[in-house]
């Protein structure tokens, strides 16, 4: 006895899904609905970092105190090479210039760390990737927003160095949240760049430190750039400081350090600084989110 026909016969797969309100599992959704899953997951991703932040130093002896205790033995360092030996910090006093320095390299560690959390983003949580739903820019945001925690504790260190050299509290000392905020989203957005990068190329993990040291180098943290290359022409010193690590650190110096003022920045600065870091917050979450689908696969 055959069976009666089926109104669904002669349909196409796609038709069929249509028909019945099925969808492809692990689809990419919109971008606004991808927003929106993004907000409903923000206690996953804070709770993330926050555990990713205490677990860091978890086997070590000093725990959280290497949080601040890196940055500033890196800052040590550069301070007797470059301070002292290589005399990079002509044009300056010895009360500007090693908050100059620390301040320098505090703010680029924040940005080199989320760099290489970013990188491994993906590839380094593909059990997790697998294994859950979610929306997976969650991991690289939840990275950056952990550095940016680690940070916080360090700025403490910062505003004593700072005081400690002569720079006491003033109404500049304002500017240090929204430049914190600028340079979050800066971050943010070139963690998902990165993330979805390492996601196909781990080998890119390997690559990052030296593209970190060169970019470091480039952008000032242990010297002023229009003092260091007042004898070459002016714009190389002009496309230097206008690279967005260099961008931060500045606003940073000029708001916590007395003795840093307006002239040792280039022109728009708050323009600029906003401008770098709408783009790539923008550019990265949308450059992510394209690839939602393959994250964990293949």
């Known amino acids: 006895m055959t069976a009666p026909p089926s109104p669904d016969d002669g349909l196409s797969p796609a038709e069929l899904a249509a028909k019945y309100g099925l969808s492809v599992s692990g689809a990419r959704p919109g971008l606004f609905e991808y927003v929106r899953q993004l907000w409903g997951r923000r206690h996953f991703i804070l709770a993330f970092s926050q555990a990713k932040l205490t677990a860091q130093y978890s086997q070590a002896k000093l725990g959280q105190l290497w949080q601040v205790a890196t940055p500033l033995l890196n800052a040590l360092v550069y301070f ?98 929204p430049v914190l905020a600028l340079q979050f989203l800066f971050n943010t957005g070139l963690a998902l760049i990165m993330a979805r990068l390492g996601s196909k190329t781990p080998d890119l993990a390997q690559l990052m430190p030296f593209v970190m040291r060169t970019w470091m180098y480039a952008s000032g943290v242990m010297f002023s750039i229009p003092v260091m290359l007042k004898e070459h022409p002016a714009w190389i010193a002009d496309i230097l400081q206008w690279n967005p690590a260099a961008i931060y650190m500045d606003l940073m110096r000029f708001a916590l350090i007395d003795g840093y003022g307006s002239e040792n920045l280039p022109p728009h600065v708050w323009a600029v600084a906003a401008g770098w870091a709408v783009l790539v917050a923008a550019g990265g979450f949308v450059y992510f989110w394209k690839a939602e689908e393959r994250y964990g696969r293949g």
């Open 80 to 177: 007797l090479i470059f301070g002292l030996i290589l005399k990079a910090d002509r044009g300056m006093e010895r009360e500007v210039y090693i908050p100059f320095l620390v301040t320098g390299v505090f703010v680029f560690t924040f940005t080199q760390s989320s760099v290489m959390a970013g990188v491994r983003a993906i590839s380094g949580n593909l059990g997790l990737v697998r294994a859950l739903h979610f929306p997976r820019a969650s991991l690289p945001i939840s990275f950056s927003l952990q550095q940016l925690q680690q940070l916080l504790f360090s700025m403490i260190v910062l505003f004593v160095v700072a005081v400690g050299f002569g720079s006491y509290p003033r109404l500049s000392w304002l500017l240090i949240p």
